[in-house]
């Protein structure tokens, strides 16, 4: 049913269609309504057979994961850039165990500097955990890729993070189509564990593993997300045939048959690509973007395939690698392994700065000139900057970088983007 | 049954156990077919308590809930001598997530069990002193504020002793470790420190909260069959000698 | 696509405004996005939600740059924060306010736009009076409803009941309706919908 509703509260709706049994919840901006919501409808009944946990800390929430999941019940939390920090040694030991719980991040900067708006620091940083990351474009992509995430979880024994960009998605309001119960039942079945606490046949999980046998674990793990490359295009498959629509997948590309420039990008971002690069093609540019909606496993192939035939492709990304510069780019440098073209990272959106269509067109434009560094940096105030870096070299004792940028940058408040 | 004020021992519990006593007052461990949750061929250190300990307690919970016990484990020598890869010694069904989340995801569990209707069947969480009053506390305070249907085992060798003898919040004063060396004006553990986690487990009012030690065997199954039979959060804590750390 | 920016402090509601104006256009089959752009978490900062309309999917995120109407919920904001930014002549403005564009200081500024694009409504008066507190998104929906006719009255009620259940539904609908007449007959005549 179509409803025009905010989007964690279609992923809550989405969620609760998958007959979680338990959900345990510990509030941080902006995946909060999202657990709120989940934790009104237990409350009120409309979501039965699920026990909702409020824990003391993100750490607590994914371990009260763990162990209901290990206990056979399907099992779910949510959060985002500190808290998935402080989750850390348990979202590494989830995977680690093969546990098919599924997470949702509101993707939200790590700090310090603090900061509660929206870029991708939080997943990449757990980028290599052993989890399956899905990353959406729309709020309906955020609500169907819940859906799929129990599907693949529970078939490959195997944590799935769905990635939903913090506030631009998160708590916008948009058009979703809520799938009805039945719908979600004949596409989703119940949890049948691989592994269970069962008093009737007793088993020992999360043993000391030695050098005799912990590569083999590892590796078995690392299989698992070869065996999502080939899962996840055919459940998105699924999906469409029985709901309707296009959701989910490993990448997707828009305008990219003649494109000499292609554009690569992760999450809400593709959406303002999208219409940037209309506007481009109108103008007589030759782009189109590559969107990149499984970023664990990473898509090695059908990147290689989507990006091969053009001159050069520009990753936007929104996290840094501090000291070396893009993650995505790596990603997609490896796919193009052989393949002589121009790459060009550029870092945006960084702690919420807004990303402009302006700002994208003139970026094409400078990328089809091939006038862009390897690694740039989207609408950076280098003035700024270059003031932070003259205070320093004026004096020893130069004070809090970030306060001083604040001070320089001045009234924000007064200010669109 | 009653406790039994014995004024001196002789001979250890085992005996205690099985000669002095009428059949009907045996402990768990005297009887023949007690479950033996914690097998042997374990890779204890001779004489360690804490293999004691458990073995004590979770044969005591088995005999009270009738076999239908689950076990959590936090990252400790437990954890690392029962479960020496690719065998186990464990006879009931047990996991072992992390260091400091033992009472979360033993809560975890018994919510599984209760959403699948199962909660007859009863969860123990278990970690030494450091897993619990260090490191794992602030979910076992969680839990406790919760009252979530646990039993928390704490069983206390007063140090991290798997790791190599370290001060934990259980260390007592003046006690030599690895971190708190007997040199210098004020050699071993400082005073003035430390936590009473039996003491903080009440102020959480929970329904059920004890001490105990591998030196009294009944007093210890008493303790653990009476909290096997309370719904809630429940809190035993046990003092364990650890033959290397303490020697 | 028609973009709609509001302004406002903290509190005021700016949010919910652009919420229950996405409502009524979908309510009307068409889609909607809106979406908040926070300042710091607390009340009294300026904030800024948007609402973009249209009749096809939209994609883009970024925010309203370039409105085809603007709401100012708070007019103490005139002179302090860059309202009017990325306006064109032909936009609309609806301003909570009981006084006069030239009153404001603004009268001036609004010379290059359209007099019937323009309304000043005293929304924060009308929702102290039908609701019992200042809280003026509701009633200001109602005047932009009037003066751009992107929206029906009927839609924009809608969306105020379905936001506030009940009494306080029904009382800042009745708000929304006295702006809205009030709007209308400061220009004049109805103006065609969209």
């Known amino acids: 049913m179509l409803k025009q509703m905010e989007g964690s509260l279609a992923v809550a709706q989405a969620v609760a269609l998958c007959r979680p049994e338990v959900i345990c919840a510990y509030p941080i901006t902006p995946q909060t309504h999202i657990v709120e919501g989940l934790g009104e409808m237990v409350k009120d009944g409309e979501l039965t057979n699920c026990e909702f946990i409020n824990v003391e800390s993100e750490f607590a929430a994914l371990s009260v994961a763990i162990g209901a999941s290990a206990a056979g019940a399907r099992s779910y939390t949510a959060t985002a850039s500190q808290g998935i920090l402080f989750m850390a040694e348990a979202v590494y030991n989830a995977a680690g165990l093969g546990l098919p719980i599924?997470?949702?991040?509101?993707?939200?900067?790590?700090?310090?500097?603090?900061?509660?708006?929206?870029?991708?620091?939080?997943?990449m940083a757990l980028r290599d955990a052993g989890w399956i990351q899905l990353f959406a474009e729309t709020n309906q992509e955020a609500a169907d890729l819940h859906?799929?995430?129990?599907?693949?979880a529970e078939e490959l024994s195997c944590p799935v993070m769905v990635c939903v960009d913090g506030f631009i998605l998160t708590h916008a309001y948009d058009r979703v189509d809520i799938p009805d119960q039945a719908q979600v039942d004949a596409y989703l079945p119940p949890f049948e564990p691989v592994q269970v606490l069962d008093c009737k046949d007793p088993v020992s999980i999360g043993a000391m593993v030695g050098p005799e046998a912990f590569f083999e674990v590892r590796y078995l793990q690392h299989h698992k997300q070869d065996r999502a490359l080939d899962r996840i295009p055919q459940l998105a498959a699924e999906f469409k045939a029985q709901f309707g629509r296009d959701s989910g997948g490993l990448i997707r590309s828009y305008r990219c048959d003649d494109a000499e420039t292609i554009v690569v990008a992760l999450g809400s971002l593709v959406g303002t690509v999208?219409?940037?690069?209309?506007?481009?093609?109108?103008?007589?540019?030759?782009?189109?973007?590559?969107?990149?909606c499984s970023f664990r496993p990473f898509p090695l192939k059908q990147v290689r395939a989507a990006l091969q035939s053009a001159k050069?492709?520009?990753?936007?990304?929104?996290?840094?690698?501090v000291g070396i510069g893009g993650i995505v780019s790596d990603g997609v440098r490896k796919s193009l392994s052989g393949i002589q073209l121009k790459g060009y990272t550029v870092i945006a959106g960084l702690g919420g700065r807004p990303i402009t269509k302006r700002s994208l067109l003139d970026l094409f434009a400078s990328a089809a000139r091939d006038e862009l560094q390897e690694l740039n940096f989207l609408d950076l105030n280098w003035d700024v900057v270059h003031r932070e870096l003259e205070r320093g070299r004026q004096q020893r004792r130069a004070g809090p970088t970030a306060e001083n940028i604040l001070r320089d940058v001045g009234v924000t408040g007064a200010r669109v983007a | 049954m009653a406790f039994q004020p014995v004024k001196f021992y002789q001979t250890g519990t085992f005996t205690v156990g099985n000669r002095l006593l009428a059949d009907s007052e045996r402990t768990v461990q005297a009887n023949m077919r007690r479950t033996n949750s914690l097998n042997s061929g374990h890779r204890a250190c001779q004489?360690?308590?804490?293999?004691?300990?458990?073995?004590?307690?979770?044969?005591?919970?088995?005999?009270?809930t009738g076999n239908q016990v689950m076990a959590v484990n936090a990252t400790g020598c437990l954890e690392v001598f029962s479960t020496p890869y690719p065998e186990t010694s464990w006879q009931i069904p047990w996991m072992h997530s992390l260091f400091g989340n033992a009472a979360a995801v033993a809560s975890g569990v018994a919510a599984a069990l209760r959403v699948k209707g199962r909660s007859s069947v009863k969860v123990i969480a278990q970690g030494g002193d450091g897993g619990t009053t260090d490191i794992g506390f602030g979910c076992l305070s969680g839990m406790f504020e919760r009252n979530d249907d646990v039993l928390y085992i704490c069983y206390d060798n007063e140090a991290y002793m798997n790791t190599g003898v370290q001060r934990s919040s259980a260390t007592p004063p003046a006690a030599r470790t690895a971190t708190t060396m007997a040199v210098g004006p004020h050699p071993g553990n400082v005073f003035g420190t430390g936590k009473n986690l039996p003491l903080i487990a009440m102020a959480h009012h929970i329904p059920y909260v004890a001490t105990a030690s591998v030196a009294n065997l009944h007093d210890l199954e008493v303790k653990v069959m009476r909290a096997m039979g309370i719904e809630g959060a429940r809190y035993i804590h046990i003092h364990v000698p650890c033959p290397l750390g303490w020697g | 696509m028609f973009q709609v920016r509001i302004h406002g402090r903290g509190g005021q509601g700016v949010v919910t405004a652009a919420e229950m104006l996405?409502?009524?256009?979908?309510?009307?089959?068409?889609y909607a996005q809106a979406f908040p752009s926070f300042g710091s978490e607390r009340m009294g900062a300026p904030v800024m939600a948007f609402c973009r309309i249209d009749a096809k999917e939209i994609r883009t995120r970024e925010p309203v740059m370039q409105p085809d109407a603007l709401i100012i919920q708070d007019p103490t904001l005139l002179h302090q924060v860059d309202l009017f930014s990325g306006l064109p002549s032909s936009g609309y403005i609806i301003i909570n306010s009981s006084r006069s564009f030239d009153e404001l200081g603004i009268g001036e500024l609004l010379g290059k736009f359209a007099a019937d694009h323009l309304c000043a409504v005293a929304a924060s008066e009308l929702a102290m009076k039908f609701v019992g507190r200042p809280l003026p998104n509701a009633a200001l929906l109602g005047g932009f409803a009037a003066i751009s006719g992107q929206l029906r009255f009927d839609s924009v009620a809608k969306a105020i009941s379905q936001k506030f259940p009940g009494k306080v539904g029904a009382a800042n609908v009745a708000a929304a309706r006295a702006a809205y007449e009030l709007a209308l007959s400061s220009i004049g005549s109805p103006v065609a919908h969209a």
């Open chain 1, 102 to 123: 599924v997470m949702t991040i509101g993707n939200r900067a790590i700090g310090a500097p603090i900061n509660i708006w929206n870029d991708h620091s939080d997943s």
């Open chain 1, 274 to 292: 999208k219409d940037a690069v209309d506007e481009a093609r109108a103008a007589g540019s030759q782009i189109g973007v590559v969107s990149i």
């Open chain 1, 312 to 321: 050069r492709v520009v990753v936007l990304e929104k996290c840094l690698a």
């Open chain 1, 147 to 152: 859906i799929q995430a129990f599907r693949l």
């Open chain 3, 22 to 30: 996405s409502i009524a256009a979908f309510d009307e089959g068409r």
């Open chain 2, 47 to 64: 004489g360690c308590g804490e293999a004691l300990g458990a073995r004590y307690a979770i044969d005591a919970a088995m005999q009270a």
